[in-house]
């Protein structure tokens, strides 16, 4: 059975405000703000936690989370900075996941790959461009793509739930890689 990790998750809430992004800016030392080049306000609170991206709106993106708990300590984070400056938002936002991002190795450790893109229509491998095969599964919907490594290696993104992470990975290595593993 394949293991894996969450690498990313990339995450959006909308705190119901207008927030002031020049008045934010200045209030935190960690935000990077030029509305020339990019709408939102950049922050990240400290080095090794994620980025967040801050809109006028009160919509926020939060990026390079490992999970739903951290990035709504994030937006926590930022409820509270705001709440300081007397900016008032809505308790009761909804996080939507936009996208996971998990890395991991499939129980197989070498993967036919010039079979798999010859029989499959949704596989595309240049092995001259790159060493890996990107595969949009399941083929009916195609809202995850893998890429794929002979070694047995792998990226999953475009999952929007732990639940549907360990599904898509658990049917892809039983309908597809396992077919394709040599021996």
């Given amino acids: 059975m394949a293991k894996w990790k969450v690498k990313n998750l990339v995450i959006s809430a ?14 935190l030392p960690n935000a990077d703000y030029n509305p020339e080049q990019f709408p ?5 609170f400290e080095k090794e936690t994620p980025t967040m991206l801050v809109f006028n709106s009160g919509k926020v993106i ?31 936002y909804e ?3 936009q996208n996971y991002v998990v ?3 499939f129980e197989y450790d ?10 499959l ?4 491998y240049d092995p001259e461009q790159f060493p890996g095969a990107i595969v949009r599964y399941p083929p009916d919907r195609g809202n995850t793509t893998f890429l794929v490594f002979r070694t047995g290696k792998f ?4 999952a929007k739930s732990d639940e549907e992470v360990e599904e898509v990975i658990k049917s892809f290595e039983k309908e597809i890689i396992s077919k394709y593993a040599k021996a």
């Fill in 62 to 92: 939060v990026t390079g989370s490992k999970s739903v708990k951290e990035a709504r300590e994030m937006i926590e984070k930022l409820r509270s900075v705001l709440k300081q400056m007397e900016i008032k938002t809505s308790g009761d």
């Fill in 121 to 124: 229509d949704f596989v595309q």
């Fill in 155 to 158: 990226v999953c993104t475009g």
């Fill in 14 to 27: 909308d705190l119901k405000t207008n927030i002031p992004l020049e008045k934010l800016a200045i209030e």
């Fill in 40 to 44: 939102g306000l950049i922050l990240r």
């Fill in 110 to 119: 070498n993967i036919d790959l010039m079979n798999m893109v010859t029989e």
């Fill in 103 to 105: 890395s991991g190795h």
């Fill in 95 to 97: 996080i939507d996941v």
